[in-house]
């Protein structure tokens, strides 16, 4: 008999951290949050509360355009557009993203079909074999949150920054330098000079979690070299 799948009450991102530092490219704000709301679908435990391997977990998923506006607070009409093009991104995008045992640097598609209904307004996509590793959990190597805690942020920078701390939050500080920073965040050539990019990208990040979440009073401390900036470190209160 196959595992059935428990799925909760409030729909939660389960990421592998390689996944989570990953560069989306072209990806704009309105597909990754698309992105988000499909991988919520997953799951990832059966009835007993036992994590499934990756070729236990469903690859085809729904979204609707309605269940979708509702996670995010978006205007309905505007959902149905974002669903339409991100079936596009969803299938162009190749992920640059490091294997599980950190030893090569893989390109692999994150779905192997995907449509879009125009009548019932709704995508359906098929996540390919080689993603669902990075979607099944594993205690020590993944990330989760609900997906709640980031439908009201107005940036991709803001939600990327807001999942890259949920792998620290119980240290209450994360460092990274600025060329991982340009990558996760897929800059490319944009905001070449450091300043543009700081306003741009992870300054701009930090005030709006702030003004969502005042609680976690995030703060950043630049390191230098010489007088190049090459490494930030966020300093934000801890979750124990």
Not at 59 to 76: G, P, Q
Not at 172 to 184: A, D, S
Request: one cysteine or more.
């Amino acid at each position: 008999m196959t595992n059935q799948i428990l799925k909760s009450q409030s729909p939660k991102v389960y990421k592998h951290k390689f996944l989570n530092t990953a560069s989306f490219g072209s990806f704009h704000h309105s597909d990754y949050q698309v992105f988000l709301d499909l991988i919520s679908k997953i799951g990832g435990v059966d009835q007993k509360g036992k994590y499934l391997q990756p070729e236990q977990l469903q690859r085809v998923h729904v979204l609707t355009a309605k269940e979708h506006a509702t996670k995010f607070n978006l205007d309905v009409n505007n959902s149905y557009r974002y669903l339409k093009k991100s079936c596009d991104k969803l299938m162009e995008k190749i992920l640059r993203i490091d294997s599980l045992d950190g030893k090569k640097i893989l390109k692999i598609n994150v779905c192997s079909s995907a449509e879009y209904d125009k009548e019932k307004g709704q995508i359906t996509i098929k996540f390919t074999d080689d993603i669902m590793p990075y979607l099944a959990q594993v205690r020590e190597k993944f990330m989760l949150y609900n997906i709640k805690e980031i439908s009201n942020f107005g940036s991709l920078y803001t939600t990327r920054l807001y999942e890259l701390l949920q792998e620290y939050k119980t240290t209450g500080w994360m460092e990274k330098t600025v060329e991982e920073l340009r990558k996760i965040f897929s800059v490319g050539e944009k905001h070449k000079m450091y300043s543009t990019f700081k306003r741009k990208t992870f300054a701009h990040a930090c005030k709006e979690i702030n003004y969502i979440y005042p609680n976690i009073a995030l703060a950043f401390e630049e390191k230098k070299e010489g007088r190049k900036v090459v490494a930030i470190k966020f300093i934000f209160n801890s979750v124990k």
